[in-house]
T-cell receptor, first 114, second 112 residues
Framework: DVKVTQSSRYLVKRTGEKVFLECVQD?????MFWYRQDPGLGLRLIYF???????EKGDIPEGYSVSREKKERFSLILESASTNQTSMYLC?????????????FGPGTRLTVL | DQQVKQNSPSLSVQEGRISILNCDYT??????FLWYKKYPAEGPTFLIS?????DKNEDGRFTVFLNKSAKHLSLHIVPSQPGDSAVYFC???????????FGTGTRLTVIP
């Protein structure tokens, strides 16, 4: 079974803090993704990576950065957290470069920024 | 602008009856469509997909129908079971792109 794990299920941070969300997958997938899920807006892509040290912006990259130093790990960084970044963050991975391959999701991290 | 739309935020169905979840898209370049199911406190899990070269794909109780001219797809669940109660997301992609575009989700409740 594919397993995608995220470092925290729930996180509370203060405005201005630097926040790290970690994601690890155990299936040797090339591609990894970070989404946020907000009520009424569905899942929106923040960043994705198709190889180690490679990254591409998704639909809403502003205020975020990412790091992929190892194939199995993809980190999302909020440089200076703001209240409008309160959301559910979902990490996903897939095995090739096209979207005909299924993306497998982690359980999500619910981040609250006060 | 939302390129994939699920206009019904919720749906309630009696156990044993058919559930029909709908999805519309605006981008005519989309050629691959997926449905994901999400339980509370879990990540979405892949359910079923369809390529634009087909108009129907079936997997057990789940069938997805694609109407390219109407830019519409639907997910049929027959018969519906209480364990099907979840939020269902429709997603679409274009060959060569890495993005999946998701709809806003429909919460299905199957009443025993």
């Amino acid at each position: 079974d594919v397993k995608v794990t995220q470092s925290s299920r729930y996180l509370v941070k203060r405005t201005g803090e630097k926040v790290f969300l970690e994601c690890v997958q155990d299936m040797d997938h090339e591609n990894m993704f970070w989404y946020r899920q907000d009520p009424g807006l569905g899942l929106r892509l923040i960043y994705f990576s198709y190889d180690v040290k490679m990254k591409e912006k998704g639909d809403i990259p502003e205020g975020y950065s990412v790091s992929r130093e190892k194939k199995e790990r993809f980190s999302l960084i909020l440089e200076s957290a703001s209240t409008n970044q309160t959301s559910m963050y979902l990490c996903a991975s897939s095995s090739s470069g096209t979207n005909t391959d299924t993306q497998y999701f982690g359980p999500g991290t619910r981040l609250t920024v006060l | 602008d939302q390129q994939v739309k699920q206009n019904s935020p919720s749906l309630s169905v009696q156990e044993g009856r058919i559930s029909i979840l709908n999805c519309d898209y605006t981008n005519s370049m989309f050629d691959y469509f997926l449905w994901y199911k999400k339980y509370p406190a879990e990540g979405p899990t892949f359910l079923i997909s369809i390529s634009s070269i087909k108009d129907k794909n079936e997997d057990g109780r789940f069938t997805v129908f694609l109407n390219k001219s109407a830019k519409h797809l639907s997910l049929h669940i027959v018969p519906s079971q209480p364990g099907d109660s979840a939020v269902y997301f429709c997603a679409a992609s274009e060959t060569g792109a890495n993005n999946l575009f998701f709809g806003t989700g429909t919460r299905l409740t199957v009443i025993p």
